[in-house]
C-alpha cells in the first residue's frame, strides 16, 4: 500500500489518463447501447484485433502508435460494415479477421526491438500511455463519434431496431450501418491506447450490456452505459495507481462487477412484476 502523499503525486502524473478514461468511458457506454442493439459485440473483438496489428505495425516503424492503431480499426470497421450486411456474413468476415489482425499484431511485436512494457501496453493497456498529444487525440476522436452518434442517432435508432421497416420507410440503412462501423472502429482504437485490444469490450459493451438489464427506456439507457463507463474507466485508474497490476484488469473487474448488480436487479424486478401479475 502507498501513503496519501505518494498517491496524490501520482494522480497528478496520470491526469491525462484520467480525462482519457473519463471521456472514453462516456462515449463508449453510448455506443455500446447501438453494439448491443445491432447484436454486434463479436465485431469489436474483430475489430480492436486489427487495431492492434496497426498500432504494433506503427511501433515498429517509428511512427505515431494511435495513426497506426486509427487505420488498423478503420480498415477493419469498413471491411465488415461493406462485406457484412447480412449477420451470417458478418460473423464470418469477422472470424476470418480476428486471427489474422492477431497473428499481424504478434508478428511486428516480435520484431520490435524496444522495451517490452510497451510491447505489452498494447495488449493490457499501460497507465501512463497517455501524453499530452496523445490526449488530444483521444479527446478529438471522441467528441467526433459523439457528434456522429448525435446526427446518425435516430436513424440509426431506428434502423438498430428494425431494419427491415427503417429501410421500407426510407431510411438509407447501408450508410447508416457504414457510418456506424466508422464510429465504431475510431472509438474502438482509442480504447486500445487505454485499456489494450484484449479486453477493449469491457467499456464497449459491458456497460450497455448492464444498462440493459435494468431499464428499456431509450433515454434512461444511453445514459446508465455511460455513467458506468465512466464509473468503470475512472475507478480502474484510479485503484490502479495504488496497485502494481496493468490499467485493465481494475475496469474490466469493476465493470464486471456492476454488470452482476444490474443482472441481479433486473431479475428482482422481473420477479416482482410477474408476482404483481
Not at 489518463?17 to 472514453?24: C, E, M, N, Q, T
Not at 456506424?180 to 464497449?204: D, K, N, P, W
Request: glycine fraction near 10%; aromatic fraction near 6%; charged fraction near 10%.
Amino acid at each position: 500500500m502507498i501513503d496519501l502523499d505518494t498517491y496524490l503525486q501520482l494522480l497528478g502524473l496520470v491526469q491525462n489518463s484520467i480525462i482519457a478514461g473519463a471521456v472514453l468511458g462516456l462515449v463508449g457506454g453510448l455506443v455500446g447501447v447501438f453494439v448491443m442493439q445491432r447484436d454486434m459485440a463479436f465485431a469489436v473483438h474483430g475489430i480492436s484485433e486489427l487495431s492492434f496489428a496497426g498500432a504494433a505495425a506503427a511501433l515498429l516503424f517509428g511512427v505515431n502508435v494511435v495513426a497506426g492503431s486509427l487505420a488498423g480499426s478503420l480498415v477493419a470497421a469498413i471491411l465488415i460494415g461493406v462485406l457484412g450486411a447480412r449477420a451470417r456474413d458478418r460473423n464470418s468476415i469477422i472470424g476470418v479477421l480476428m486471427p489474422a489482425g492477431l497473428g499481424l499484431g504478434i508478428l511486428f511485436l516480435a520484431l520490435y526491438p524496444g522495451r517490452s512494457a510497451n510491447k505489452f501496453s498494447l495488449l493490457t493497456g499501460q497507465i501512463i500511455a497517455v501524453d499530452s498529444p496523445q490526449l488530444a487525440w483521444l479527446i478529438g476522436i471522441s467528441v467526433l463519434v459523439l457528434v456522429g452518434l448525435l446526427v446518425l442517432w435516430r436513424p440509426l435508432t431506428f434502423d438498430s431496431l428494425d431494419p427491415e421497416v427503417a429501410a421500407a420507410r426510407g431510411v438509407p440503412t447501408r450508410f447508416v450501418s457504414l457510418a456506424f462501423m466508422v464510429l465504431l472502429g475510431l472509438i474502438v482504437a482509442v480504447s486500445v491506447q487505454i485499456i489494450g485490444a484484449l479486453l477493449v469490450m469491457a467499456l464497449l459493451v459491458t456497460p450497455a450490456a448492464a444498462a440493459l438489464r435494468v431499464s428499456s427506456s431509450p433515454v434512461v439507457v444511453p445514459l446508465l452505459a455511460s455513467a458506468f463507463g465512466f464509473v468503470s474507466a475512472v475507478g480502474g485508474i484510479l485503484l490502479a495507481i495504488a496497485g502494481s497490476l496493468p490499467i485493465s484488469p481494475y475496469i474490466t473487474t469493476i465493470s464486471f462487477l456492476i454488470y452482476v448488480v444490474c443482472r441481479l436487479v433486473g431479475r428482482t424486478s422481473t420477479r416482482r412484476v410477474r408476482a404483481a401479475v
